[in-house]
């Protein structure tokens, strides 16, 4: 299914986010496919000069392997509009929404997704109170791969209120995102846009021995055990692809998304809430995308060609930029 002739692909890959070592990961994996699969490829490691390195390799389409900030919050997307080279993943516009916690709760709950309730609050008056009934959850407002994630318990080692040097996001960040916690199991559901539009790939289940499924746990080979599929009851897993494919249209996504769950299951339905929806999944050997297109029969270097094609194809339709839906 390689597209003739083969393009020259530049993947995208590195930066200086937190998610740099994970983005190198996922662009060389990239990488290896698209050669595989017959293309020119060239990998770029993102710095300060990447405007003049893409005019100079004039590349027929990008693949965009950046994880976190610049790649991820629509800054490198509005550069490569302003350039007029396709793309790999989802626009300017959906990108500053979806990396935005707070952005993407305005953005779905009217559609009929559930989402935790929570606000923004100030680092500083975390000092002083707890902004909601302990457990909660605090996380930073645009990064992503549960970076800076701490749960805030009754026993947490953190004391009450939290103490300025107690190690956690606080120390960070200026503002973060305080949600109510949610007990029960860790789900996850990828979506790839196909001919006859968003496909959801299936439901896993992320179990953790302790703690919660973090940066650490979500890179480090044996501390997450991944169920695919979940052994979950069928209306909860048709309820994930819903909430997933519903998600990805409203958000705008294109090439692929995973959207991510916490669901307590002594509640059925009511208990399924969504967290995040992550416009630039993962690609690595451990990564939950590549893991769910094995179990629909698409093989690696086919999931990539695929997000290729869903590129190029937005590119045409949208008149040289990456429009949104």
Not at 82 to 98: E, K, R
Not at 220 to 239: F, K, S, W, Y
Not at 256 to 263: G, H, P, V
């Amino acid at each position: 299914m390689t597209a003739k002739p083969p393009l020259h692909i530049v993947v995208l890959m590195g930066g200086w986010a937190n998610e740099r070592e994970v983005s190198l990961m996922s662009g060389a994996g990239v990488a290896d496919a698209l050669e595989m699969n017959g293309h020119s490829v060239t990998q770029l490691d993102l710095d300060r000069n990447v405007a003049q390195r893409l005019a100079e390799l004039k590349p027929d389409v990008v693949f965009n392997a950046l994880h976190g900030v610049p790649g991820e919050d629509g800054s490198v997307q509005g550069m490569l509009d302003l350039m007029g080279i396709p793309y790999t993943h989802s626009g300017l516009a959906t990108s500053v929404i979806a990396i935005d916690k707070q952005l993407t709760k305005q953005a779905l709950v009217p559609h009929g997704i559930p989402m935790p309730g929570g606000r923004i609050v100030a680092v500083d008056d975390l000092h002083m109170r707890d902004p909601l009934p302990r457990p909660y959850v605090l996380k930073p407002v645009n990064e992503g791969s549960s970076v800076g994630v701490a749960i805030v318990t009754e026993d947490s080692n953190v004391g009450n209120p939290i103490a300025r040097e107690a190690v956690g996001p606080w120390q960070d960040f200026d503002e973060l995102l305080a949600e109510p916690f949610i007990k029960g199991r860790e789900l996850t559901t990828a979506v790839i846009d196909s001919a006859n539009g968003p496909r959801a790939l299936g439901v896993t289940e992320l179990i953790i021995e302790t703690g919660f499924y973090d940066y650490e746990h979500k890179y480090t080979e044996g501390r997450t055990q991944h169920v695919c599929p979940a052994n979950i009851p069928p209306e909860i897993a048709a309820l994930c692809e819903q909430y997933a494919i519903k998600a990805h249209e409203v958000l705008g996504c294109h090439g692929t998304s995973r959207t991510d769950y916490r669901w307590d299951d002594e509640q059925g339905e009511d208990g399924l809430f969504v967290l995040e929806t992550n416009t630039q999944p993962g690609m690595t050997p451990l990564s939950l995308v590549p893991e769910q297109a094995r179990h629909a029969d698409i093989g690696y270097a086919e999931l990539v060609e695929l997000i290729v094609m869903e590129a190029i194809r937005v590119h045409n339709l949208s008149g040289g930029s990456h429009g949104q839906d």
